[in-house]
C-alpha cells in the first residue's frame, strides 16, 4: 500500500462569504509526498482553504491543480483526496468495519474485497480486530483511528486534515503526532494539515504556512519560521518573542545593529551569565517583575527602565540560582548577536 503521490497547487483562491474575505488570494506549492500543515489563529481561513481543496467550498477565483490536473470545477467525490475532519464525521450507528469499508462501497467495489482492505487500513491504524465494534463502544483516540482508516483505505493521493487531534487529551494529542507522521512517511501520501497549536506544527511538518486574516504570512521550514519570522504575527505565533526597538539593547553587539529596528529575542536565548565573545553580546537590564519555576525551566520576567519586557527562559538544570532571585531585584541578562533576529517588515517608530 504505497499510492504515487501527487504535488498540489493553488493559485490566486479568493472566497468570501458575504462582505467577508475569508480566503486573500492564496497562492501556495506543495510538493509530491510533502507534509504541509497550515497554521493559524481560528477564524484565519485554514478549514475554508482545505475545503476549496477538498471541493466542499466554492472559491470565486482562481485554480486548484492537483498533479497537473486542474480540480476546480470538480466534486469532491472526483478529486481521489481522503480527509479527516475536525469532528470524525463516522457514522455511529454503523460498526468500525463498515465506516472504514464505506468510501470502498461508495466507489463500488465488491463487499468481499472492501472488508480485506478496510482489515488492511485498520492495520495500519493499530486496530485489528476492532472491525466488528460499534463506533459508541470506542474511546476519543480510536475514533480518531478509525477516521484516518477510513480516509487513506481508498489509497487517496492527497490527504487532508483539519485539527484531527483537537480532542484528545495532551499525551494522546503528542503520541497522535508521531503516529500520523509516520504514517504519511510510510505511505508517502502528499498532506495537508491543519492545526492552531503551533508545537504541533512543528513537530509535525516539513513545511509550515502561518495564516492570518486569509492570508499566508509566511511560509517554510519549522526551524526558518521560528527563527527567522517575518514579521511580529509570525514572531509572536511561533512560541515566546521578545521584541524591543534595537535602539533599546545594550552591549557591543546591540551596537553593531542598525538603529530603529524591532529585534526579536526568543525567551529561552537569554542567559543570566556572560559567555562567548564580548563583541557579540546583546545585553538588556531590568527589574525581576515576576518568576516561576515550571518543572524543566524558570520563567522570569524584566521590565527595562525604557519600558520594555522581557520573558527568560533558563534551563531548570542551569539555573539553580533561581530560586534565590527576589521579586524588584535588578538583572541584567545576555544574549548572542546571533541570536538576535530583526523582523525585516518592522521599524521601530
Ligand atoms: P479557521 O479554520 O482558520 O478557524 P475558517 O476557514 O473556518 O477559519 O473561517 C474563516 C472565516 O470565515 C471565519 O471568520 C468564519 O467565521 C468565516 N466563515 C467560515 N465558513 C463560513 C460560512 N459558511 N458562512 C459564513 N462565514 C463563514
Ligand atoms: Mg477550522
Known amino acids: 500500500m504505497r499510492a504515487t503521490s501527487l504535488p498540489i497547487s ?20 506543495i510538493a509530491a509526498g510533502e507534509f504541509l500543515t497550515l497554521l493559524g489563529p481560528s477564524g484565519s481561513g485554514k478549514t475554508t482553504l482545505l475545503m476549496a481543496l477538498a471541493g466542499f467550498v466554492r472559491p470565486e477565483t482562481g485554480a486548484v491543480t492537483i498533479g497537473g490536473q486542474n480540480v476546480t470545477r470538480l466534486p469532491p467525490n472526483k478529486r481521489n483526496i481522503g480527509i479527516v475532519f475536525q469532528n470524525y464525521a463516522l457514522f455511529p450507528h454503523m460498526s468500525v468495519s463498515r465506516n472504514v469499508e464505506y ?14 482492505r478496510a482489515e488492511a487500513a485498520l492495520v495500519r491504524v493499530k486496530l485489528s480486530g476492532f472491525g466488528a465494534r460499534d463506533i459508541a463502544a470506542l474511546s476519543g483516540g480510536q ?14 493521493r ?11 487529551d495532551k499525551i494522546l494529542r503528542e503520541h497522535m503526532q508521531f503516529e500520523i507522521r509516520k504514517l504519511h512517511d510510510d505511505l508517502g501520501v502528499t498532506t495537508i494539515y491543519v492545526t492552531h497549536d503551533q508545537r504541533e506544527a512543528l513537530t ?20 526558518d519560521i521560528y527563527r527567522r519570522p517575518r514579521n511580529r504575527f509570525v514572531a509572536d505565533f511561533m512560541g515566546e518573542a521578545n521584541i524591543a526597538p534595537t535602539n533599546n539593547l545594550q552591549g557591543a553587539g546591540a551596537a553593531r545593529m542598525p538603529r530603529e529596528r524591532l529585534a526579536m529575542i526568543r525567551a529561552e536565548y537569554f542567559e543570566l551569565e556572560p559567555a562567548g565573545l564580548e563583541e557579540d553580546r546583546v ?25 520594555d519586557q522581557f520573558m527568560l527562559s533558563l534551563a531548570a538544570n542551569r539555573a539553580a540560582g533561581c530560586s534565590e532571585l527576589k521579586i524588584g531585584s535588578k538583572l541584567r541578562a545576555y544574549a548572542e548577536f546571533g541570536h538576535v533576529h530583526l523582523l525585516e517588515g518592522e521599524r521601530s517608530s
Open 143 to 156: 475514533r480518531q483511528r478509525v477516521a484516518l482508516a477510513r480516509a487513506l483505505v481508498f489509497e487517496p
Open 204 to 223: 509535525m511538518s516539513d513545511r509550515i504556512a502561518v495564516m492570518d486574516a486569509g492570508r499566508i504570512e509566511q511560509i517554510g521550514a519549522p526551524q
Open 158 to 168: 492527497v490527504m487532508l486534515m483539519d485539527e484531527p487531534l483537537s480532542a484528545l
Open 283 to 307: 545585553e538588556v537590564t531590568g527589574c525581576l517583575t515576576s518568576k516561576a519555576f515550571r518543572g524543566e525551566n524558570w520563567l522570569l520576567n524584566l521590565e527595562t527602565p525604557m519600558g
Open 103 to 116: 468510501p470502498l462501497r461508495l466507489r463500488g467495489v465488491p463487499k468481499a474485497q472492501a472488508r480485506e
Open 10 to 29: 493553488i493559485a490566486d483562491l479568493r472566497k468570501t462569504y458575504g462582505n467577508y474575505l475569508a480566503l486573500d488570494d492564496v497562492t501556495l506549492d
